[in-house]
């Protein structure tokens, strides 16, 4: 099973500001790695597919890139919507996902 | 416009089985390319692949829980079901169903399911 890590485990930003959130796994994921939001009470939001794609109707400010075992989430701008818990998923050897980076207000 | 809903028990006790149901609307489990995963999220905790189903019938289980799960699907009623067998309180979580658009492999999961939460207790 690839183990994929996530830092840091909280990002206290504020609007306005970049968020930076990094996920690395054990051993190359190639780039089939997936980024997605959630929100307390909500299912999962895909953002980014196969390392830096966007998905439908997501942000620009949204963007993803990295392959192998290292990638990175970038929000350029944070919009009040955008404090949640983010999780990376690769699906190189089965389905794994990292443990989550909160992104509160600072 | 794709839809999935889960449905099944809200609490069950332990070394009893777990039955849920995905029902989808938006898209057929017989077109190719297409695929529904099932994945669960303890309160308070990350989320966990469990299954996924592909359109020609093909499947793929989590390594660690395959012995303890099954899955299969109703075309005709645009459903899929996950079976969990032995639940223990620690099999406490959230089960949401989700749309996988498959090129070759599934590698993610597009819409989700509101999610529902199954508790196990005795």
């Known amino acids: 099973e690839i183990v994929l890590t996530q830092s840091p485990a909280t990002l206290s930003l504020s609007p306005g500001e970049r968020a930076t959130l990094s996920c690395r796994a054990g051993q190359s994921v190639r780039s089939q790695l997936a980024w997605y939001q959630q929100k307390p009470g909500q299912a999962p939001r895909l953002l980014i597919y196969d390392a830096s794609n966007r998905a439908t109707g997501i942000p620009a400010r949204f963007s993803g890139s990295g392959s192998g075992t290292d990638f990175t989430l970038t929000i350029s701008s944070l919009e009040p919507e955008d404090f949640a818990v983010y999780y990376c998923q690769q699906r190189s050897n089965s389905f794994t996902f990292g443990p989550g980076t909160k992104v509160d207000i600072k | 416009q794709i839809t999935l809903k889960e449905s099944g028990p809200t609490l069950v006790k332990p070394t009893q089985t777990l039955t849920l149901t995905c029902t989808f609307s938006?898209?057929?489990?017989?077109?190719?390319?297409?695929?529904v995963g099932w994945i669960r999220q303890p309160p308070g905790k990350a989320l966990e692949w469990l299954a996924l189903?592909?359109?020609?019938?093909?499947?793929c289980y989590s390594p660690s829980l395959k012995s303890r799960l099954t899955i299969t699907k109703d075309t005709s009623k645009n459903q899929v079901v996950l079976t969990m067998t032995n639940m223990d309180p620690v099999d406490t979580a959230t089960y949401y169903c989700a749309h996988s658009p498959v090129n070759i492999l599934a590698t993610h999961f597009d819409y989700w399911g509101q999610g529902t939460l199954v508790t196990v207790s005795s």
């Open positions: 189903i592909y359109w020609d019938d093909d499947k």
């Open positions: 938006g898209f057929s489990l017989s077109t190719s390319g297409v695929g």
